[in-house]
């Protein structure tokens, strides 16, 4: 019976699916309700925030009011509403500089005793090369029908993200994974901040460049370095990870862009703030992740997006956080 459902699950997730790369169809069976005294925000508490400077922009940059073209009148993915350009005008903000790490992520739950939504549900899903060769077999029955390398694992959180075995120990400097748009959102609140708006992550990618392609310009490896950790070699086969890693990087990993920004293309995708297509239970996310190839997810550009149901984790989304000015 659970298999059937599962199988159902995954067959009206394909129906919706609209030439994404395989990584939003992610989505948790919405009949998993969560018991009231259990929900996330269970232990987290206002009055904790007493403790935490109202207005700290450690780690992160001013990005001034400006007017950029947003968007693409190229699209890679015409589902995916890339176009067309327009112009969009962001208000002044701070953005965090570095995706969000498992030590920051770490810091928040032993203030808080925040529970994230993955150890909630008690799974999340993961990305089958990352389990260790013996694990792989055993899980054929969770697999997401149109992306069969993603699996639905018990015992995975951001604690676990690499398989219920797994730690975080030597891995405080990546970026925390497994947290749901819902997680990210009770972060930022938690430091007095927020998730970016689409349109103020979109302007921070782009770094004062006019319609280029990446944070750093239109060719991929300039110079003949690589300046994102994202897949290298054949997805999802082979990775050769040319650019150093396999799966997450460092969250201060790679040249930053102009802004000063590290990782807002690849390493993972990142939350924000708005609804995708009028959908208010989905949210945009930005930027690709180190699973992202161009013959696949050719979504590590500015301009693509996608997107994840708020409850959804994966081991490639994690998030970063923004600021409004204050007076
Ligand atoms: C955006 O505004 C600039 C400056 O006014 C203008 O040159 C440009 O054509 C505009 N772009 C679009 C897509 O409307
Ligand atoms: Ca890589
Ligand atoms: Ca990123």
Known sequence: MYLYTILIIFVLNVLHCTGDCGCSNLNREKKCKIDEDETPSGKYSRELNDNINAFN????????????????????????????????TVESFYLDIYEVSNQNFKDFVEKTGYKTEAETYGDSFVFEMILPES????????????????????????????????TIENKLNHPVIHVSWNDAVKYCEFFNKRLPTEAEWEMACRAGLKQKLYPWGNKL????????????????????????????????????????????????????????????????????????????????RCAARSFNTKDTSAGNLGFRCAMDIQP
């Open 57 to 88: 922009t450690y780690n992160m940059v001013l990005i001034n009011k400006d007017t950029f073209e947003m968007g693409t009148n190229k699209p890679v993915f015409e589902s995916d509403h890339e176009g067309p350009v327009r112009n969009k």
């Open 221 to 300: 490896n300039p110079k003949g370095k690589q300046w994102a950790n994202i897949w290298q070699g054949n997805f999802p086969e082979e990775n050769t990870a040319e650019d150093g890693y396999q799966f997450t990087s460092p969250v201060d990993e790679f040249p930053p862009n102009k802004f000063g920004l590290f990782n807002m293309a690849g390493n993972v995708w990142e939350w924000t703030q708005d609804d995708w297509l009028g959908d208010s239970e989905s949210k945009v996310k930005k930027g690709g992740s180190f699973l992202c190839h161009e013959s696949y997810c050719y979504r590590y």
């Open 135 to 166: 694990e792989r077999k055993e899980y054929q029955d969770v697999r997401a029908v149109q992306a069969p390398w993603w699996i639905k694992l018990k015992d995975i959180s951001w604690l676990h993200p690499e398989g219920p075995h797994s």
